[in-house]
C-alpha cells in the first residue's frame, strides 16, 4: 500500500507535529491525535526560517496557487502537486453590500476554486502532497460531498489509488462529481458522523492516508490559505471582520491561524479581527454551544439542506468556540428557508451561485447585520467555500421558469408582455 517516502529538502519550515494541549511533541508522521492528551495534533513551524525565506515581492512573484504560500505549509518537495488550486478572487461588493447596508464587504470566491469548485481543493492539495512524501499510494477520506469530490481529482491527477467514503444520501452532483474521476466510492447508509466514525477503524487496518483522520494535522493547514489570500488580495492588511461556515470548525480556526502567522513574520500589521461562524439550524453544535455559553458542544443529529456542513459532532467545535469569543465574533445559525433565501440573494446581486453553505454564511451575515452584530464600516469578508451546481435540488421549485415559447417574433412578444405584467403585479402586491 506503501511507495517509498520522499526524503527531506533542505531548508525545511516545519519542524514536528505538536499536541494543541499541553504542547506533547511528534514526528513528523501520519498521527492526529495525542496518546498522552488526546487532545489534536498540529504541525509546527519555524517562524524565523520562514521570515528569512519570505517576503512580500517573493510571495508576489509565486505561482499563481496556494504553493505561492509553501513556506507556511507542511510539504517538503520542490513540486508539490499543483492544479491551480487557490487565488480565487477577492470582490467587492457593491450591490449585495447596498442591499444588507453595509459600506466595506468583500466576498472570497471559492466557488470557483479549481478543480473541483470548493475551498476543499486547497486542503486536499496539501493532503496528498504530503501523503506522497510519507509515501501513501492509497488515499482516502470521510466526506459530506466536497471533500470527495476533491480527493478523488487530486489523486487522479496525481496517479494515487483512491477509496472515499460518504453518506448515501447526498446530492446528485456530489455523488456525479466524485464518481466521474473513477475511485471506489463507498456510499455508507448513515449521516457524516457515522461514515467518520467507520473511517477511523478502516484508516487503523488498511496503512492508507486518510487526509482528515491520519493526515489531518497537515490537510487542514491549507485552509490558512484562505487567510493568507484575503491578506494579500485587500493589499497586506487584515480585514475588521470575517464570517466563514462551521462543519468541523476547522476552517475557520485556520484562517485565524493564517492572520497570526502573516503578523508574526511581518507580512501585515497587526490588528483585531473578529471572526463570526454560521451553520444551519439543522446541524448547529457550535452556535448552540456557543449562544448558551458553553465551551463545550453537544453532538447533534443532523437534519439539514446544507449537507456539505452537516457534521454533528465537531472535532473542532471546541476551538471554533475560542476564536470566535476571544476575538470578539459571534457564531449564529440560520433555517433551511433562511439558506434557500441566502443562495438566491447572493445569485441576484452579485451573479455568484453558491451552494447550501453559502447560502448559510450569506443568511448568518444578514442575520448579524440585523442584529447590529456587523457595523457597517467594518471591512467585512464572507467566505464563499462551495458552487451552487453542486446542490441544485435546494433550490428547485424555488426559482422561477424558463417561458417557452414557439420559434416566432410574436410568440416572443407575447411572452415578454405577459411577463412585465406579472413583474408589475408581483410589485403591486409586494408594495400593498
Ligand atoms: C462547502 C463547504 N464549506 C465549509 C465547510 C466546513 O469545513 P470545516 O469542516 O473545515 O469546518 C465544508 C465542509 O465540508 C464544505 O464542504
Redesign the pocket.
Known amino acids: 500500500m506503501t511507495q517509498t517516502p520522499i526524503k527531506t529538502t533542505k531548508g525545511r519550515t516545519f519542524t514536528n507535529l505538536v499536541s494543541k494541549e499541553g504542547g506533547v511533541k511528534y514526528p513528523l508522521e501520519a498521527l492526529n491525535v495525542c496518546e498522552e492528551t488526546f487532545s489534536p495534533l498540529e504541525v509546527a513551524y519555524d517562524y524565523d526560517e520562514i521570515r528569512r525565506q519570505v517576503s512580500r515581492e517573493s510571495i508576489a512573484a509565486g505561482p499563481n496557487s496556494i504553493w505561492r504560500y509553501k513556506a507556511f505549509l507542511p510539504v517538503e518537495s520542490d513540486n508539490p502537486i499543483d492544479v491551480g488550486t487557490g487565488m480565487t478572487p477577492l470582490v467587492k461588493s457593491n450591490r449585495l453590500a447596498r442591499r444588507l447596508g453595509l459600506k466595506n464587504l468583500y466576498i472570497k470566491n471559492?466557488a470557483v476554486n479549481m478543480p473541483t469548485l470548493?475551498?476543499?481543493d486547497r486542503?486536499v492539495s496539501v493532503a496528498l502532497t504530503r501523503a506522497r512524501e510519507l509515501g501513501f499510494s492509497t488515499v482516502s477520506c470521510a466526506?459530506?460531498?466536497?471533500?470527495a469530490n476533491s480527493t478523488a481529482a487530486i489523486a487522479a491527477h496525481a496517479g494515487m489509488d483512491c477509496c472515499v467514503f460518504i453518506p448515501a444520501d447526498l446530492e446528485a452532483g456530489k455523488v456525479m462529481g466524485t464518481l466521474i474521476y473513477n475511485p471506489t466510492v463507498m456510499a455508507v447508509k448513515g449521516n457524516y458522523d457515522q461514515v467518520n466514525r467507520l473511517c477511523s477503524e478502516v484508516g487503523n487496518s488498511y496503512g492508507w492516508g486518510f487526509v482528515?483522520i491520519n493526515l489531518r494535522p497537515y490537510y487542514?493547514e491549507g485552509?490558512k490559505t484562505l487567510g493568507y489570500e484575503v491578506a494579500e488580495q485587500l493589499g497586506w492588511e487584515l480585514p475588521d471582520h470575517i464570517v466563514?461556515?462551521?462543519?468541523?470548525?476547522?476552517?475557520?480556526t485556520?484562517i485565524y491561524k493564517g492572520f497570526n502567522e502573516f503578523v508574526k513574520v511581518g507580512l501585515v500589521d497587526d490588528k483585531p479581527v473578529r471572526f463570526s461562524g454560521a451553520q444551519a439550524e439543522g446541524c448547529s453544535p457550535i452556535a448552540q454551544a456557543f449562544k448558551e455559553g458553553r465551551d463545550f458542544v453537544t453532538p447533534v443529529k443532523p437534519n439539514t439542506i446544507a449537507k456539505?456542513?452537516a457534521?454533528g459532532n465537531?472535532?473542532?467545535g471546541f476551538y471554533?468556540l475560542e476564536v470566535a469569543r476571544k476575538t470578539n465574533g459571534n457564531i449564529e445559525s440560520v433555517t433551511d428557508a433562511e439558506i434557500i433565501e441566502g443562495m438566491k440573494l447572493l445569485a441576484e446581486t452579485e451573479g455568484i451561485f453558491t451552494?447550501?453553505?453559502?447560502g448559510t454564511?450569506i443568511a448568518v451575515l444578514k442575520k448579524l447585520v440585523e442584529a447590529g452584530k456587523i457595523n457597517p464600516d467594518e471591512k467585512t469578508v464572507v467566505?464563499i467555500?462551495?458552487n451552487g451546481l453542486k446542490t441544485q435540488e435546494a433550490v428547485q421549485g424555488y426559482i422561477g421558469e424558463p417561458l417557452t415559447i414557439d420559434p416566432k417574433l410574436e410568440s416572443f412578444e407575447h411572452a415578454l408582455e405577459r411577463s412585465r405584467t406579472l413583474e408589475r403585479l408581483d410589485w403591486q402586491q409586494a408594495s400593498v
Open positions: 471559492d470548493s475551498f476543499k486542503v466526506s459530506t460531498g466536497n471533500l482528515n487542514s485552509s466563514a461556515p462551521l462543519a468541523s470548525g476547522s476552517l475557520f485556520k456539505s456542513i457534521i465537531p472535532a473542532d471554533a451552494e447550501t453553505a453559502g454564511t467566505y467555500t462551495g
